[in-house]
């Protein structure tokens, strides 16, 4: 966790990319949002996890292998998550996103033997569905929609509608 | 908090939301217009989210920024002897925002051979031309295992820590996107690709540029 830490520290990243908390998975850094997740996801932690356990790693060879099957099973959902969340999509793309998401989770039970399955790993072998009937998940995922929740929930409320209403359309 | 009275107004803020999504969406289209594309980027500047109006809004826009002597290891590159030397969006030079002055960047402009990544030292305009003046990353040596290979979906590559001391001339169209940066070791970095940038990009950084000439 230091390792992917200070990897969060150090790299050096453009403006409009939003970062993660740089003391990630401490209590006091508190829960991450969704595209907090994802830029941890597609960034930091395979920067972390290839340098820790990749190629040119020194373990001892009997860990190596356990810790290489974790870190191919992980590259999988990481590849599958960057293939989806392209922003212009092909058939190509389709594809490569099915064949990623099936290796993790067929290679999850040998890498991580704890890991019960859940009915997200299901959902996420319908994305292919998904992707091939309405185009980049950029355009039908949710989060627009939790946006919105998330301004209603900020909106003040005095029992003063017109003006509540007044100080929040400038946001929109 | 919101009592169950509110429907009306979640439906106003919906209808305004969707609107302004719509709107947003449409700005990014190839196909819209370049002066509405402006008139977003005014819009942006000068109305923030509070919704106070900037009264400068007519005396920000014709600011003249002041011409500099062009720095010695930038002579090379032009032929002019003073120059604006100012970007304050996206891109910037590695002594405004290390982060926004990495590139990767197609040499020449030739799109078939792979882009390379680059570190920004300058911006300038020549001959009515934004351009870029860029320290080109040297390629990692053929002795070094780049573990980041064995991921194609993944598009972290290994490279020479070390810049090449002589600077290019780099087109804005010739930019592919930014990337990140980490120091791998003492002798190399790791660069990744952030190929989600905006369209808006090099217009906007056209546009300001424009808009502090006049």
Redesign the interface.
Same mark, same amino acid.
């Given at each position: 966790m230091r390792h992917v830490q200070r990897?969060i520290k !150090?790299?050096? *990243?453009?403006?409009?990319?939003r970062s993660v908390p740089k003391n990630f998975g401490e209590a006091r850094a508190g829960t991450l949002k969704a595209d907090e997740w994802r830029t941890l996801s597609t *960034?930091y932690l395979? #920067?972390a996890l290839?340098?820790l356990w990749? !190629?040119?790693?020194t373990y001892r060879s009997h860990e190596l292998v356990h810790l290489r099957n974790i870190l191919?099973n992980t590259?999988a959902l990481?590849?599958a998550i960057? $293939?989806a969340?392209?922003?212009t999509m092909t058939q190509s793309r389709i594809i490569?996103y099915r064949t990623?998401i099936t290796t993790w989770l067929s290679t999850l039970p040998n890498a991580l033997p704890a890991a019960k399955p859940r009915p997200n790993c299901h959902m996420a072998c319908h994305i292919y569905d998904y992707l091939k009937l309405f185009g980049p998940m950029r355009s039908w995922w949710c989060f627009?929609f939790e946006r919105?929740i998330g301004? #209603?929930q900020r909106?003040p $409320?005095n029992?003063k509608?017109g003006s509540? #209403?007044q100080?929040?359309?400038?946001?929109? | 908090m919101l009592t169950l009275q509110a429907g009306e107004l979640e439906r106003t803020v919906l209808d305004s939301f969707i609107q302004g999504s719509k709107l947003r969406h449409w700005l990014a289209r190839p196909d819209c217009p370049a002066f509405i594309k402006e008139c977003k980027l005014l819009f942006d500047k000068y109305i923030s989210n509070s919704g106070t109006f900037n009264s400068k809004i007519s005396f920000d826009v014709p600011q003249r920024a002041p011409k500099q002597a062009v720095p010695t290891d930038l002579q090379l590159l032009t032929s002019q002897k003073y120059l604006v030397l100012h970007a304050h969006t996206n891109f910037s030079r590695w002594s405004t925002h290390q982060g926004n002055s990495l590139i990767m960047f197609y040499p020449g402009g030739n799109q078939s051979s792979p882009p390379i990544p680059g570190c920004i030292r300058y911006i300038f305009k020549d001959d009515g031309q934004i351009q870029l003046a860029v320290q080109r990353q040297l390629p990692a040596g053929a002795d070094i295992i780049d573990p980041f290979r064995h991921y194609p979906y993944f598009p972290a590559r290994l490279y020479s820590s070390v810049l090449v001391k002589d600077l290019e001339v780099v087109r804005l169209e010739w930019v592919m996107c930014h990337c990140a940066q980490w120091h791998f070791s003492a002798k190399y970095d790791v660069i990744l690709p952030l190929l989600q940038v905006s369209v808006l990009m090099p217009m906007s950084l056209q546009f300001i540029y424009t808009s502090l000439q006049d």
């Open positions: 990897v !150090e790299t050096t *990243i453009p403006s409009w990319l *960034i395979p #920067l290839v340098s990749g !190629e040119g790693s191919d590259m990481v590849s960057r $293939i969340c392209s922003r490569a990623c627009p919105l301004h #209603l909106l $409320i029992h509608f509540s #209403l100080s929040f359309t400038p946001t929109c | -």
